[in-house]
């Protein structure tokens, strides 16, 4: 279970002033849920997901994890519990290094590591088992350097990363916003998967309206650095993207002219 | 003349190899320019040398000076890390207070090693005394160590300091403290430069304060040229690269000097050594592409792939 009380976190942008980026939220998130974010450029998603990995500090709040505070842990610390997947598929994976030996970093999540082989004979049976299941030929790659994948390939390469320990939270900041609509579908079919299997804790930020709805079993939205809305069971199966931006308008009395949140 | 003389470059080549195998560590596998180079190559000598004058066994006090050798990588990292100061900019910190650090060890700025003891005479001592002992004692000492780092590259810890060098926020991400990998990749890389210098010490007698002056760029030539002739493809392939580049360098200096270049000649045809290597890809690209056939079966030519993929990277 995910609880955030009161997180706040400004930037500051020049003259003096800031920008508050997060505004005071709160939100729990019981274990096993899987909770897609939407919003508008700048509403704060991002950086609401790096508050909860550690790569920012909050100004204010607090962060707790599963009943722990983790608020004033470094984000080395707090990946033990957490597994995160990038927008730019380069991000999550070690290009120079070979499928097999980003698997074996990925199995260390969290765990001392020693100065005991990085890849041997059972791993590597283990690791092609799992990637066979991907159906993506990854099973036969184990040697290549993970730089010669294609981006749909390297995404769900740090997928699998991200969740092979079974983290306590999964984060996906924009995870299929690189990749070409097909690509995407895979990988998302491919998350879902994974995170019901697992039953994985999951916050899933995303531009796409018609995902957000598709994943998951509650959506939220964020605006100006705060939730404006928080839907999940039958008022959330019954929507459209189109009920989706009236709620979003009515609730905030705006506009939204973002471009990107309305082709999405 | 010669031939001993080759053989000197051969012997300098796999010692200097040591150093490349540092270099290697921390300009490819950890992506840090360490300058820190030219003050632990001679602390290591330093070290060695006033210790065996002292009366220490030489392999007691060759092994010091990779100990200090160690810390001296420790420091920059911790500057790098903890203080924020950027990698090249700490180096040159550290290297810049190990010049006083050296003098201070040594006294003075030279300290010969005539009629000491050294790993040498105690080879001789143990009764392995053949003429090719130094290049012999050289082989395994550096080919040794580039299968301890392969090997250690290979490990759960070594994968932690490779991704640190290749992507810093994914590795932290699976929750390695790069700071930590950071500062130990830097120390081992300096146990290596260090050791170079103290065995460069015991075999050319001395050890001198001034004996680090351009050991970084004989270090990435070295590498740089080994890279160019032995795709760094795995990293059994990049340390092989940094020692046979640094025989190929040494060797290239030989004939350089044999053809009438004079030794104050020398840091220019370093420079142009390092030009060829690094322009190498893209000569190899300009050559290839007048020659290329216009179909596709042209495409496994051996020097149009290995061309592409250096164009890639």
Known sequence: MLVLKQLTKTFPVGGGSVKTAVSDVNLTIPTGQFVTVIGSNGAGKSTLLNLISGRHWPDYGSIELNGVDITAWGEHRRAAYIGRVFQDPLQGTAGSMTVEENLSIAECRGRRRSLGRGVTRARRERYKALLAQLELGLEHRLKTPVAELSGGQRQSLSLIMATMTRPSLLLLDEHTAALDPKTALQVLALTRRVVSEYGLTTLMVTHNLEHALLMGDRTIMMHEGQIVLDVAGAERAGMTVSDLLERFTRTRGERIVDERLLLG | ?313
């Open chain 2, 1 to 313: 003349m010669s031939w001993s003389a080759l053989g000197g470059s051969l012997e300098q080549g796999l010692a200097y190899g040591v150093l490349a195998l540092g270099v290697y560590l921390t300009f490819r596998v950890l992506n840090f320019a360490d300058l820190t180079v030219e003050g632990s190559f001679p602390l290591g000598a330093a070290v060695a040398a006033v210790l065996i004058v002292g009366g220490t066994p030489p392999v007691v006090a060759t092994l010091a000076a990779v100990a200090l050798g160690m810390v001296a990588g420790a420091v920059t990292g911790l500057l790098n890390t903890k203080m924020r100061i950027s990698g090249l900019l700490a180096s040159i910190l550290t290297m810049t207070a190990l010049y006083s650090v050296n003098l201070r060890i040594m006294g003075r700025p030279n300290v010969p090693l005539l009629r000491q003891p050294t790993v040498f005479t105690e080879l001789s001592a143990a009764g392995f005394d053949h003429p090719l002992q130094a290049l012999m004692l050289f082989a395994a000492v550096a080919f040794g160590l580039k299968l301890l780092l392969d090997a250690f590259l290979g490990t759960q810890l070594g994968l932690a300091l490779r991704a640190t060098g290749d992507n810093p926020q994914m590795i932290r991400s699976f929750g390695v403290n790069t700071d930590s990998m950071t500062i130990l990749g830097l120390a081992l890389s300096n146990g290596l430069v260090s050791l170079a210098g103290a065995l460069m010490a015991q075999y050319q007698g001395y050890a001198d304060v001034g004996m680090g002056l351009g050991m970084i760029v004989v270090g990435l030539a070295s590498v740089i040229l080994g890279n160019a002739l032995v795709r760094p493809s795995t990293v059994a392939r990049g340390t092989l690269g940094a020692l046979l580049g640094s025989v190929l360098y040494r060797l290239a200096i030989f004939f350089a000097l044999r053809a009438g270049f004079a030794p104050t000649d020398l840091r220019i045809v370093t420079a142009a050594i390092v030009i060829l290597a690094l322009s190498a890809p893209a000569l190899r690209e300009s050559l290839g592409r007048g020659r290329r056939l216009p179909a596709p079966a042209a495409r496994p030519a051996r020097g149009s792939v290995s061309a592409s993929r250096a164009e890639e990277r």
